[in-house]
């Protein structure tokens, strides 16, 4: 008797499915030249793309905020804390610890954790 199992894959991380764009628009070589652009070679970029025994387990923090930074189009937000228009990439600093070097800093820090743009993450 045969069974039938589903697969529940989580989706693929942001930084990985910037990185196959990447490589697909870039067309024939496109490993290659993605590799120039990130600064890596192009073995590590077949390496990190391969899910294969070849595949790296790990990939490095480094590189993933490579990848995001050359390829992930800016996206502006208007800002409920500082009433601004900025980067949404900044709504990241609203999962890191609270900053204890300044008390505007804090403020701002506390209303991004109620805020409902907050991107998911840790819980501070």
Not at 19 to 24: G, V, Y
Not at 29 to 35: D, P
Request: net charge positive; hydrophobic share 35%.
């Amino acid at each position: 008797m045969m069974y039938r199992t589903m697969s529940f894959e989580k989706p693929p991380e942001r930084w990985r499915v910037l990185l196959e764009q990447a490589i697909t628009c870039a067309g024939k070589g496109g490993q290659l030249a993605v590799a120039q652009a990130l600064g890596v070679s192009r073995t590590y970029v077949s390496r990190v793309m391969s899910t294969g025994k070849s595949g790296l387990k790990e990939v490095s923090e480094r590189f993933i905020a490579r990848v995001i930074a050359c390829y992930e189009k800016p996206v502006y937000i208007d800002c409920p804390a500082t009433q601004r228009s900025q980067l949404q990439s900044e709504c990241d600093k609203a999962n890191q610890p609270a900053p204890t070097h300044h008390p505007i800093a804090v403020q701002i820090w506390r209303k991004c954790q109620i805020c409902p743009k907050k991107p998911p993450g840790e819980k501070s």
